[in-house]
């Protein structure tokens, strides 16, 4: 009997991945992937969910998602396992996404940890780049995803996430001890709610990336910044960062090295009230500055927005595919996250739908016409 084969490159240069949460790190989800043409792999190490329900719905509870107050800093072997582990289904390991908020908890409240924590964070990445991790997404940001629901919103019924700023209290404190949906520590009885200002978070921001971009480059590795999702003005009184696509320019300027990266989520971008989706991918490509793309589409914006099927958004994402064509992208897509199928694996059959749609305008990318969107 013939081996199969162990992977389907894609006949463009654009590379189609999956992202998998912690969970679902498992040899049967890698083989899922290689099957449904995934060449490449976004891995989340963070165990959002711990001691709790995994529902998207937990990101408009009080309380946050689980709790990370556990979690020890990724070091090389297990990073580089992971590697290996991915190389044995016939993939490959384009990101890690999402720093444990208890790595990194000190960094973004300027707390007293904030010192160790750089120091770890350095670690990490020095560990990350020997063990063959090209790249890490983070998302600097206090509130994290508050204020998304999950119900029904896509095309038939499908579960997917929406936001709606009337529906929620966008101003409710964080608990003590939370931050990026997750408990990282304790609450300490009396403490005063969390506030931080938009030009704080910025210098927050950049003392984190003088910091740690020259340790990533000497290790080759790149960090990448996902926009804010959702990318309101401020939430819970803390300041959102990068929620105008021109916002990406002064945050590449913080550091002018190719280190210093982008995670280019095409649904937050879309979601933003002002800015243009593709005029923000065509610089960003044409700059180099891309970590890797979330391909998504989405419904609306700020303050009111539900996440769509890939084909099924105000994104005309055939239209993405041209632009990265034409500047030459060659990194990786995943499908970030997507409306489920009603089905014995809801999951699994939204990834496959999106993977495949994905596959389809890759391969297509040569006979797709030349983009309408280019600026006069
Ligand atoms: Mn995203």
């Given at each position: 009997?013939?081996?199969?084969?162990?992977?389907?490159?894609?006949?463009?240069?654009?590379?189609?991945?999956?992202?998998?949460?912690?969970?679902?790190?498992?040899?049967e989800?890698?083989?899922?992937?290689?099957?449904?043409?995934?060449t490449?792999?976004?891995?989340?190490?963070?165990?959002?969910?711990?001691?709790?329900?995994?529902?998207?719905?937990?990101g408009a509870?009080?309380?946050?998602?689980?709790?990370?107050?556990?979690?020890?800093?990724?070091?090389?072997?297990?990073?580089?396992?992971l590697?290996?582990?991915?190389?044995?289904?016939?993939?490959?390991?384009?990101?890690?996404?999402?720093?444990?908020p208890?790595?990194w908890?000190d960094?973004?409240?300027?707390?007293?940890?904030?010192a160790?924590?750089?120091?770890?964070?350095?670690r990490?990445?020095?560990?990350?780049?020997?063990?063959?991790?090209?790249?890490?997404?983070?998302?600097?940001?206090?509130?994290?995803v508050?204020?998304?629901?999950?119900?029904?919103?896509?095309?038939?019924?499908?579960?997917?996430?929406?936001?709606?700023?009337?529906?929620?209290?966008?101003?409710?404190?964080?608990?003590d001890?939370?931050v990026?949906?997750?408990?990282?520590?304790p609450?300490?009885?009396?403490?005063?709610?969390?506030?931080?200002?938009?030009?704080?978070?910025?210098?927050?921001l950049?003392?984190?990336?003088?910091?740690?971009?020259?340790?990533?480059?000497?290790?080759?590795?790149?960090?990448?910044?996902?926009?804010?999702?959702?990318?309101?003005?401020?939430?819970?009184g803390?300041?959102?960062?990068?929620?105008?696509?021109?916002?990406?320019?002064?945050?590449?300027?913080?550091?002018?090295?190719?280190?210093?990266?982008?995670?280019?989520?095409?649904?937050?971008?879309?979601?933003?009230?002002?800015?243009?989706?593709?005029?923000?991918?065509r610089?960003?490509?044409?700059?180099?500055a891309?970590?890797y793309?979330?391909?998504?589409?989405?419904?609306?914006?700020?303050?009111?927005?539900?996440e769509?099927?890939?084909?099924?958004?105000?994104i005309?994402?055939?239209?993405?595919?041209?632009?990265?064509?034409?500047?030459?992208?060659d990194?990786?897509?995943?499908?970030?996250?997507?409306?489920?199928?009603d089905?014995?694996?809801?999951?699994?059959?939204?990834?496959?739908?999106?993977?495949?749609?994905?596959?389809?305008?890759?391969?297509?990318?040569?006979?797709?016409?030349?983009?309408?969107?280019?600026?006069?």
């Amino acid at each position: 009997m013939p081996a199969p084969s162990a992977s389907t490159p894609s006949s463009g240069p654009i590379k189609v991945g999956l992202g998998l949460y912690r969970d679902s790190l498992t040899p049967e989800n890698f083989r899922f992937a290689a099957q449904a043409g995934a060449t490449h792999i976004v891995a989340h190490l963070t165990n959002y969910f711990a001691g709790r329900n995994p529902s998207l719905s937990r990101g408009a509870d009080l309380d946050g998602w689980g709790d990370c107050s556990g979690d020890v800093l990724w070091d090389y072997e297990l990073m580089a396992g992971l590697v290996t582990d991915l190389r044995a289904e016939g993939l490959e390991l384009a990101a890690l996404e999402n720093f444990s908020p208890r790595f990194w908890s000190d960094i973004l409240l300027d707390g007293p940890d904030k010192a160790r924590q750089l120091e770890d964070m350095k670690r990490l990445i020095r560990d990350a780049g020997r063990a063959g991790v090209p790249c890490i997404g983070y998302n600097f940001s206090i509130a994290g995803v508050w204020g998304w629901t999950r119900d029904r919103y896509a095309r038939g019924g499908a579960l997917s996430v929406g936001f709606d700023a009337a529906a929620i209290d966008p101003d409710a404190p964080i608990p003590d001890g939370v931050v990026w949906n997750m408990r990282y520590r304790p609450a300490r009885p009396g403490a005063e709610p969390v506030a931080v200002s938009h030009e704080e978070l910025w210098d927050r921001l950049a003392g984190f990336l003088t910091e740690v971009v020259p340790v990533a480059a000497e290790a080759g590795v790149r960090l990448a910044a996902h926009p804010d999702d959702p990318p309101a003005d401020s939430l819970r009184g803390t300041a959102r960062l990068v929620n105008d696509p021109g916002k990406y320019d002064r945050l590449l300027g913080i550091v002018d090295h190719p280190a210093n990266a982008v995670e280019l989520c095409l649904g937050s971008i879309q979601e933003m009230p002002t800015g243009d989706v593709y005029d923000r991918v065509r610089s960003l490509a044409r700059r180099g500055a891309i970590g890797y793309i979330h391909f998504r589409n989405v419904r609306g914006k700020v303050p009111r927005y539900y996440e769509t099927f890939i084909d099924d958004g105000d994104i005309d994402m055939a239209e993405i595919v041209r632009i990265l064509r034409d500047e030459g992208f060659d990194g990786v897509m995943v499908p970030d996250h997507t409306p489920e199928l009603d089905c014995g694996a809801p999951w699994h059959a939204g990834m496959a739908y999106a993977l495949g749609y994905m596959r389809a305008l890759v391969n297509n990318a040569e006979t797709l016409g030349p983009s309408w969107s280019a600026a006069a």
